[in-house]
């Protein structure tokens, strides 16, 4: 069992709002598991907005949290039913730190998107934590969270890609606000046109604020750019560039081995 002093402490590591840790166990070659429990004792109907303390059903299920340090963390959680003492009928809890029948924290999703931005699908899917399926889905929730949001402070704007694991050559367009480190969209597509439609809906105040722009080599950005954002700056992608520069080399390389 754990102490009150374990306990004390790994609700202060875990660091969610809602929950406390009640119990942790260790299991090789899979994580540490810390089982919870909500703090608030009540919930509030979806329907009528009424505080109900009636619980109905428990609902115990399984999340992938971040890591600590190279161990895998899993969280049980409770997501209970409560029977709405106004309109009679039960309904589920809202969890601030996991959305309804994900397998993943919200943090984690977060997390693993800037991993996907620095990397790719693949890549981070092999480290075990997450699938491809899951980064796809976390992919497409942040997407729908992030749908009308405005940068009201944006002044440095950066467009950076997702290589799709589904369909050849597909890829998702990413908007980040660069001094925030922060997405502020992902796009169904990199295509201008979507691209554009984003941008004029943010709306000239915005566009005009923003000072500079990072983006890939990719010409059909830059257009954009001159075409909307009246004071910006284009700055080529560090990494891209470099990325770029290694092919150019590659290439000349082989074309230097084809002439031997
Ligand atoms: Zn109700």
Redo the contacts with the bound molecule.
């Keep these: 069992m754990a102490s009150k002093r374990d306990i004390k402490v790994l609700t202060e590591l875990l660091d969610l709002d809602d929950i406390k840790v009640i119990s942790h166990r260790l299991h090789n070659g899979i994580g540490i598991i810390l089982q919870t429990e909500s703090k608030k004792l009540y919930s509030n109907?979806?329907?009528?907005?009424?505080k109900?303390h009636k619980l109905h059903q428990n609902h115990r299920h399984i999340v992938k949290d971040l890591p600590f340090g190279e161990k895998p963390v899993f969280l049980e959680v409770n997501r209970r039913q409560f029977k709405?003492?106004?309109?009679?009928?039960p309904?589920s809890e809202e969890l601030d730190f996991v959305r309804k029948k994900r397998t993943y924290t919200k943090r984690l999703a977060n997390q693993t998107i800037k991993d996907v931005l620095k990397n790719d699908i693949h890549s981070v899917a092999s480290k075990g934590i997450v699938t491809t399926e899951e980064i796809e889905r976390m992919l497409k929730d942040a997407s729908e969270e992030l749908t009308n949001l405005k940068p009201l402070n944006l002044k440095r704007l950066g467009i950076d890609e997702i290589a799709l694991t589904k369909g050849h050559g597909n890829y998702c367009a990413v908007l980040i606000d660069i001094d925030a480190s922060k997405v502020i969209a992902i796009l169904s597509d990199r295509k201008q046109d979507t691209i554009r439609k984003t941008l004029r809906e943010w709306g000239l105040p915005v566009l005009a604020q923003i000072k500079e722009v990072s983006i890939d080599l990719w010409h059909g950005y830059k257009t954009l750019v001159t075409e909307l954002m009246p004071n910006a700056q284009v700055v080529a992608d560090r990494f891209h560039v470099m990325k770029q520069i290694n092919q150019e080399l590659d290439t000349e390389r082989k074309k230097e081995k084809q002439k031997v």
């Excluded at 109907?45 to 009424?50: D, F, L, M, N, Q």
């Excluded at 709405?84 to 009928?89: D, F, I, V, Y």
């Design positions: 109907c979806p329907r009528c907005g009424t109900s709405c003492e106004t309109c009679e009928k309904f």
